[in-house]
């Protein structure tokens, strides 16, 4: 089946730095990528998806290309601010068989004043 | 801006007993989801539902759970006899009819469910 992974652990920086969080995926057919971002307390919200190869999906200053040569949907953000601390999921959906997201883990994001 | 609500937001049950999570969905939604994370885990999906049917579910929706549409609004899961394993964050998420469902999905803001 289709799977998701995400870089191990938590992660620390501190304000104006620059983020990275990994993501490559397993998966046959055509696909939609997605980033959701979980704040302290609420539910998933969607960030940035993108719906075919080469696609770049940007919000809030957050960035992600879906690269089908390496199956990867790296998320970047050039200068975090202390109200980016949340967790991040990574996450996909197959066009053919079925509509069930496949999640990555998710990475905590702790940003430091 | 619309969006998609669950109550309890927390829920503790004895082993044994029955439970159900209700959910209200976007409401010119079609697709309606429950997905579940146990603690330190990833987000399972459990259960699709369109057309007041299940669609598609996964291996861990057995014959302990159930869903249901009882009116225009409302989309409940039931677990029948809970278990300790069933301790988790469930998710209640929806979508529209853009693309037959193979579209985003929103979320509500989750149910603790905590089985002692």
């Known amino acids: 089946g289709n799977s998701v992974t995400q870089m191990e652990g938590p992660v620390t920086l501190s304000e104006e730095a620059f983020l990275t969080i990994n993501c490559t995926y397993t998966?046959?057919?055509?696909?939609?990528l997605f980033w959701y971002v979980q704040y302290p307390g609420e539910g998933l919200q969607l960030l940035l998806k993108a719906t075919k190869a080469d696609d770049k999906g940007s919000n809030k200053g957050f960035e992600a290309t879906y690269r089908k040569e390496t199956t990867s949907f790296h998320l970047e953000k050039g200068s975090v601010q202390v109200s980016d601390s949340a967790v991040y999921f990574c996450?996909?959906?197959?066009?053919?068989?079925?509509?069930?997201?496949?999640f990555g883990k998710g990475n905590q994001v702790v940003v430091i004043p | 801006e619309p969006e998609v609500t669950q109550t309890p937001s927390h829920q503790v049950t004895q082993m044994g007993q029955e439970v159900i999570l209700r959910c209200v969905p976007i409401s010119n939604h079609l697709y309606f989801y429950w997905y579940r994370q146990i603690l330190g885990q990833k987000v399972e999906f459990l259960v699709s539902f369109y057309n007041n049917e299940i669609s598609e579910k996964s291996e861990i929706f057995d014959d302990q759970f159930s869903v249901e549409r009882p009116d225009g609004s409302n989309f409940t899961l039931k677990i029948r006899s809970t278990k300790l394993e069933d301790s988790a964050m469930y998710f209640c998420?929806?979508?529209?009819?853009?693309?037959?469902?193979?579209?985003?999905?929103?979320f509500g803001p989750g149910t603790r469910l905590t089985v002692l």
């Open positions: 996450a996909l959906i197959s066009y053919y068989g079925n509509n069930r997201l496949a």
């Open positions: 998966a046959t057919g055509y696909l939609s």
């Open positions: 998420a929806s979508s529209d009819a853009t693309s037959g469902g193979y579209n985003e999905q929103f």
